[in-house]
């Protein structure tokens, strides 16, 4: 079983639109991360939820919207996609205060 | 505010040579950092973790990596690097019970020549 999974693996989508991303883990964690990896692999902290409830929003602009349904699933909603949202976006998630986040295996958002 | 420096974004080495990559932190708060690695589009594993303890971590696929407070290291070593070893790997810093995000180092690039 795949404990934290991600959906869809590549997006490939027209500047305007708006796409979302969706995340799931089967560990129960109470922890959710949304991180971004640019195109020189650098990766970012975006958003953390515990238990449904944001915890961590870093500087990301409005455009991105978190919504956590329940504490197994994490949803990335992405409003007026820009050419500068083409990364790799991850889901990670860990127990609350717990010392390791489980990555799941990326999506490749591209913006044409 | 946390940090983390990579120092090489590029290693080369042999197979059978020993891998040292390089990893600085910068914290205001007792660390715990952590090593992951990505291979080739995939998500990222867990290499290994200090939280606290022994200063000398070991981890999977036979790296360590050693905790050095006063140097602020954290820097990833294995005696004898595998071909399957070349991949991405990220050196990451976090609060101790703190906001619990990671900060990662830029990466550095492990490259395995036969």
């Known amino acids: 079983d795949t404990a934290v999974s991600q959906t869809p693996k590549y997006l490939v989508t027209q500047m305007g639109n708006d796409k979302s991303i969706k995340c799931e883990q089967n560990?129960?964690?109470?922890?959710m991360y949304w991180y971004k990896q640019d195109s020189k692999k650098f990766l970012k902290i975006m958003f953390s939820y515990n238990n449904k409830e944001l915890i961590i929003n870093e500087t990301v602009p409005n455009r991105f919207s978190p919504k956590s349904p329940d504490k197994a699933h994490l949803n990335l909603h992405i409003n007026s996609l820009e050419l500068g949202d083409s990364a790799v976006y991850f889901c990670?998630?860990?127990?609350?205060?717990?010392?390791?986040?489980?990555f799941g295996p990326g999506t490749r958002l591209t913006v044409l | 505010a946390q940090s983390v420096t990579q120092l090489g974004s590029h290693v080369s080495v042999s197979e059978g040579a020993l891998v040292l990559l390089r990893c600085n932190y910068s914290s205001s708060v007792p660390p715990y950092l952590f090593w992951y690695v990505q291979y080739p589009n995939q998500g990222l594993q867990l290499l290994l973790k200090?939280?606290?303890?022994?200063?000398l971590v070991k981890g999977i696929n036979g790296f360590e990596a050693e905790f050095k407070k006063s140097e602020t290291s954290f820097h990833l070593t294995k005696p004898s690097a595998h071909m399957s070893d070349a991949a991405e790997y990220f050196c990451?810093?976090?609060?101790?019970?703190?906001?619990?995000?990671?900060?990662f180092g830029k990466g550095t690039k492990l490259t395995v020549n036969p």
């Open positions: 560990l129960g964690h109470d922890t």
């Open positions: 990451a810093v976090s609060d101790q019970g703190g906001s619990e995000k990671l900060v």
């Open positions: 990670a998630s860990s127990p609350w205060r717990g010392n390791e986040q489980f």
């Open positions: 200090y939280t606290t303890g022994a200063t």
